[in-house]
């Protein structure tokens, strides 16, 4: 038979270790809330970098595109175009630089680079291409 006396001692006991349990398990809950909360943000800052990586990577080859479309003698090298902001990217800047491909003024070699002033430059997105006076065969 159980007496009258211990129970409340023991019960007391009970309780305390109860809230000390509590409120261990309410830190370990708020930790991994915090941790799922950053890990959220993490993956939703880096979902916005490849989407304006892909902008800038399309907006690139569409500029390479159409330098492919224009006639040799109309293509001026060597030249540099000014930095030109794009509405496309936020704080996107796109730079088109023309030269003669390996010193040979029969081939022009054409660079689009896409930019941003807030990224370093090594994140820039370049694209290239070549073009020929008179098609591939000469």
């Not at 000014?82 to 630089?97: H, M, N, Q």
């Not at 896409?114 to 065969?137: C, E, F, H, M």
Request: glycine share 2%; proline share 4%; hydrophobic share 45%.
């Amino acid at each position: 038979m159980i007496s009258t006396r211990s129970r409340p001692t023991s019960l007391r006991r009970r309780n305390a270790n109860s809230l000390v349990e509590v409120l261990a398990a309410a830190a370990v809950f708020s930790v991994a809330v915090l941790l799922v909360f950053a890990t959220f943000n993490l993956t939703l800052r880096l979902n916005q970098l490849a989407k304006e990586d892909s902008v800038a990577a399309n907006l690139a080859e569409e500029t390479i595109e159409s330098y492919r479309a224009m006639s040799f003698d109309a293509i001026v090298a060597p030249i540099a175009t000014v930095p030109v902001a794009t509405s496309r990217l936020p704080d996107g800047w796109l730079i088109v630089t023309t030269s003669y491909y390996q010193d040979n003024t029969k081939v022009k070699q054409i660079q689009v680079q896409v930019y941003w002033r807030n990224r370093p430059q090594s994140r820039a997105v370049t694209a290239t291409t070549l073009k020929t006076l008179g098609g591939i065969d000469n």
